[in-house]
């Protein structure tokens, strides 16, 4: 069964064919370089993209997979979590496409689609336990099936890809701050830039607020006396305390429930150094470690397609009532 899935949770309008795992067409319109005026995100603009947007990447995704309307045998989308507007643009325009082409329509949480990615290309099946780190999500999950989950732990305040962001943000990176900042990041200096270690009550919880105040503390005390900030090093010991907070607890969730089997997904699953430094802590324990392609990590219609076909398999359908959430937990239902 061909799905067409649609992505618009943030500021990226996706929309693609997919047939199971297989991924017939991918298609992303970024608003980044919209954004990148502002710092960040503005809900209201990206909201507006989406509208402008959807139609014409739904139109690219079809053709580019050489099939017609006619050929799609259910429609899947994001419904939560994100940015409200944005979802709701997606939502609806699913439903109208679900309603006139008289097929299901597949209701997709974010942050399993981020999870999905690995399947794209690959073998790896449940069970197996997830680390997904993205702007707004940090979270340890227990993949119990394709549509059971079980977190283990979360961030219990600022994620890591908002840490990365607003610390790249005070150094002024341009956006995507984590992205910008992980391309100039060098090697890490503890001695010169010391930044703490913050303490959560949850063994596999994180907590990023006070790692990113005392960076931004650190840069506003070096512009008011007017002190030189080594921008690379700064932003390389951030990246090696941030990737080495959420390795160490991974792999400890691991070893404590037996898992030999790992995979990490969300957009922060494209950080050079998470990825290296995961791909060697696994293979000095013996466990086997999955990994989107590059091209996957970031948001894109084609994992929310793969998932809404697990989902679809299960009954998770949905009617002409569905809504958007801002948020949502992972394990609903």
């Known amino acids: ?13 996706s929309a693609a064919v997919t047939d199971g795992r297989r991924v017939l067409s991918n298609i992303v319109a970024t608003q980044i370089e919209e954004h990148k ?59 109208g496409l679900s309603a006139s082409l008289g097929v299901p329509l597949i209701p997709v949480h974010h942050l399993r689609s981020h999870i999905a990615a690995n399947y794209i290309n690959s073998d790896l099946k ?32 600022d994620a890591a890809g908002e840490c990365f962001d607003k610390v ?10 984590g992205v910008t900042l992980d391309k100039i990041a060098k090697a890490a200096d503890e001695k010169r830039y010391p930044l703490p270690v913050p303490h959560t009550e949850g063994k596999y919880d994180f907590s990023f607020s006070g790692l990113k105040t005392a960076a931004v503390n650190l840069i506003h005390k070096c512009n008011q006396k007017n002190e030189d900030i080594d921008i690379p090093v700064l932003a390389g010991t951030l990246r090696h305390r941030v990737c080495k907070m959420l390795t160490d607890k991974f792999i400890s969730a691991a070893e404590d429930y037996g ?14 150094e998470l990825r290296s ?33 697990y989902e679809y398999l299960s009954g998770n359908i949905s009617g002409m009532d569905l809504n958007a959430s801002a948020t949502m937990p992972i394990n609903y239902r």
């Open 168 to 177: 790249a943000r005070a150094l002024g990176l341009s956006y995507p701050g």
């Open 259 to 272: 898992y030999k089997t790992v995979a990490l997904a969300g957009g922060v699953s494209a950080n050079s």
């Open 37 to 95: 005026l502002y710092g960040g995100v503005v809900p209201e603009i990206a909201s507006r993209r989406h509208t402008e947007a959807i139609t014409g990447v739904c139109r690219e995704a079809i053709a580019s997979a050489g099939i017609s309307y006619a050929d799609i045998g259910a429609v899947a989308v994001t419904f939560a979590p994100g940015l409200i507007g944005a979802l709701l643009v997606g939502v609806n325009f699913a439903k």
């Open 126 to 157: 449940p069970p197996f336990l997830c680390l997904t780190v993205s702007g707004g999500n940090t979270i340890i999950t227990e993949v119990k099936d394709y549509t059971s989950f079980s977190p283990l732990g979360g961030t219990t305040d």
């Open 1 to 13: 069964m061909l799905i067409l899935s649609i992505e618009s949770s943030c500021d990226e309008t």
């Open 277 to 309: 430094m995961l791909k060697s802590d696994c293979e000095k324990r013996g466990i086997r470690l999955y990994m989107p392609e590059l091209k996957y990590c970031g948001d894109n219609a084609a994992m929310v397609g793969v998932q809404g076909y």
